[in-house]
Each structure stands twice: as C-alpha cells, then as structure tokens.
C-alpha cells in the first residue's frame, strides 16, 4: 500500500470541510448525535491544537483555546491546522513521541489527524448533503489504525466474543491482495487481526472509504454486500462504538 501524505490529505480534508460549510453553523450532525456543525467545526480546530501540544512538548494539555465566535471559527482552524503541521515538521522524523497511547513513532500524531480530519469532513458533508469518499490509502490506513491502536486502547465493549470471525474486503481497484483484507477472530481474551484472504463468519464487501465509515459508525451495512451471519457483524457495530 502506498503510504498516505498525511499533510497533503489533512489540508485538503479541512479545507473541504470549512467550504462545504460554508458558514452554516446551526444545523445537526446526525452522524455526531447532539452537536451542532459549530461544535464539530470547533472539535476539528481543538484536536489539531491539542496534536500540536503533544507535539511540541511531549504531553497533551487542557489548555486549548476556546473556538471563537462563528463569524471567525474558518479562519481560527486554519491557523490550528498550521500550526500542527509546523510542529510536525520542526520533529525528527524517526524520533519516537509521546501520545495518549504511550510512546509512538512520530507520524502517529499525523497519521491520528488525517484519519480523524477525514471522518469529521464526511460529518461535515452530511450534515449539509452527500458524502465523497475518503482517499482509498488513507481509508485503508484507517482500518489498520483501528485495530492496531483504537480498538486495543478502548476495548470492544459488551461484545460477546466466542470465537467468531469477521471478513472485511475492500473492493477498491488495484489495492493489493491482503492490504486490503481483514480477518478479525473474537477470541475470548484478546481481537486478533490478520491481513488475510479467508473465509469469516461474516463477510463484508465494499470500498476502503465505506468499510472505514462503516467501522466509525458513520454509515450502516445496509449498501454493503454481506455473506454470513450479519449478526454478528451488527453485535460488533453495538458494542464497538468510535
């Protein structure tokens, strides 16, 4: 999989972002149930500060800056955005950092921005039309993240594991055989995800972009082709609440 440009892709998804807008702050974000487009807008602002904390100084700090009025909220997150991206470039690129995981390689912060920018650019668009699709390597990037550190650091839940296995296969053109494949087994001690052509308990087809939505609760299984017991596909979206 070719890597994603984090920089170039958290531009282009917070631009995104503040033109769909378009300055209409008041509605509802059925994707972020209770938030209004000026808090999501806010969020994304805060989040790219708090990066540029961890960044700069080795720890988060709650001392972030509380968004403005709307009328200056666009142009507030765009001198968020700068700054994480100078603090990104003023760090060794192979030193390890600090984050809310523990120490991580330094494009964690970067790689956690994009994704995180991204999904709240589909909320976004949601919010006032239709979703685009998020970049196929980042999407892709996306799941991995999931698993690697999202799931592990929060945990599934309720979710009842027994041993059972979910399939997921990204159907984008030209994604290598495996990058693009999960198999998820639901031991009872630990999720364990392999990148492997196998047939799960569950399959479930679709692009990088909506298999990523889909595990971010942002869309349902209803566009997605799915073999098997859909069960416990939707025990997993219960339980499994990002």
């Avoid at 892709?9 to 995104?16: C, N």
């Avoid at 961890?54 to 200056?72: F, K, Q, R, V, Y």
């Avoid at 995180?116 to 390597?137: K, S």
């Avoid at 349902?220 to 859909?230: H, L, N, Q, W, Y």
Wanted: hydrophobic share 40%; with cysteine.
């Amino acid at each position: 999989m070719t890597r994603p440009d984090y920089p170039a892709l958290l531009r282009a998804d917070t631009d995104r972002l503040l033109d769909v807008i378009d300055g209409r702050f008041d509605g509802p974000v059925p994707t972020c149930p209770g938030w209004s487009v000026e808090r999501l807008v806010g969020h994304v602002g805060r989040v790219h500060r708090r990066a540029a904390t961890w960044l700069a100084t080795g720890g988060g700090s709650s001392e972030i800056e509380t968004p403005p009025a709307p009328e200056h909220l666009a142009d507030w997150v765009r001198r968020g955005l700068d700054d994480l991206l100078a603090a990104q470039r003023a760090v060794d690129p192979e030193r390890t950092v600090e984050t809310w995981d523990g120490p991580r390689h330094s494009a964690f912060w970067m790689r956690r921005m994009a994704i995180e920018t991204a999904l709240h650019r589909v909320d976004a668009e949601l919010a006032v039309g239709h979703a685009t699709p998020i970049d196929t390597a980042l999407a892709l990037d996306g799941v991995d993240e999931l698993f690697e550190v999202i799931v592990p650091h929060r945990g599934t839940g309720d979710l009842h594991r027994g041993g059972q296995t979910i399939h997921l296969h990204a159907t984008d053109p030209g994604v290598g055989a495996g990058a693009g494949e999960w198999l998820l087994t639901l031991g009872a001690d630990a999720v364990t995800v392999d990148h492997a052509h196998a047939k799960g308990d569950v399959a479930v087809r679709g692009s990088a972009s909506d298999l990523l939505l889909l595990l971010w609760n942002r869309v349902d299984s209803a566009g997605f082709e799915v073999f098997g017991d859909r069960a416990i596909l939707e025990r997993w979206r219960s339980a499994v609440t990002v």
